[in-house]
């Protein structure tokens, strides 16, 4: 039972420089969503998607971008890093709504920007 | 708009000893409320969740919580707790038909023999 899979899980970047961070479900799930968690902060919702080929912003959308190409797959890109990027992230899915539905998470993805 | 508001950042109780994790929410409409917990290096887990149907939710690992309308909490708690529950607890609200949850800021647990 893969259930929500995240690559890379660390990373170190530089100022500037762009990465993809890929999300991947096996669980059929229609709802997809990225967030960052920072100390104190608990976790704040970058972007989601309700469904293949849909993508939405979320509280903290600026800086990012996102693709659902494809159903079992969310990509999380930067193009230009900033330091202020730096934090664990997290994606989830869920079957349902998230207000009335469980979300699955991955184990996050621990990002550096230097 | 809905906020989460987590009292205390870090709680230390001792093995055995009842665990008592507060939560009040803001919301404009009756809300969804969650707790997840978050072991070390992994992603978060659903413990329960209060849909409008019972006000006393059971969940996990032996947890429950209690929803108070008149308080606007949803305290969780355990009576005995177990070295296996360190980690970090979040309260979690969903309004109506959003596709959004918006997260407190987390209370980590630490269990002491």
């Known amino acids: 039972n893969a259930g929500v899979t995240q690559t890379p899980k660390f990373r170190v970047l530089k100022t500037g420089q762009s990465m993809t961070l890929l999300c991947a479900q096996d669980?059929?799930?229609?709802?997809m969503y990225w967030y960052r968690q920072d100390p104190g902060m608990g976790l704040r919702l970058i972007h989601y998607?309700?469904?293949?080929?849909?993508?939405a912003k979320g509280e903290v959308p600026d800086g990012y971008n996102v693709s659902r190409l494809k159903k079992q797959n969310f990509l999380l890109g930067l193009e230009s890093a900033a330091p202020s990027q730096t934090s664990v992230y997290f994606c989830?899915?869920?079957?349902?709504?998230?207000?009335?539905?469980?979300?699955?998470f991955g184990e996050g993805s621990r990002l550096t920007v230097l | 708009a809905q906020s989460v508001t987590q009292l205390g950042s870090h709680v230390s109780v001792s093995e055995g000893a009842l665990v008592l994790l507060r939560c009040n929410y803001s919301?404009?409409?009756?809300?969804?409320l969650f707790w997840y917990v978050q072991y070390p290096n992994q992603g978060l887990q659903l413990l329960l969740k209060?849909?409008?149907?019972?006000?006393l939710v059971k969940g996990i690992n032996g947890f429950e919580a209690e929803f108070k309308k008149s308080e606007t909490s949803f305290h969780l708690t355990k009576p005995s707790a177990h070295m296996s529950d360190a980690a970090e607890y979040f309260c979690?609200?969903?309004?109506?038909?959003?596709?959004?949850?918006?997260f407190g800021g987390g209370t980590r647990v630490l269990v002491k023999p």
């Open positions: 919301s404009s409409v009756p809300p969804y």
């Open positions: 979690a609200v969903s309004e109506g038909a959003g596709n959004k949850l918006t």
């Open positions: 669980m059929n799930h229609e709802y």
């Open positions: 989830a899915s869920s079957l349902l709504a998230a207000v009335t539905g469980e979300l699955f």
């Open positions: 209060y849909t409008s149907a019972a006000t």
């Open positions: 998607s309700v469904g293949e080929g849909t993508t």
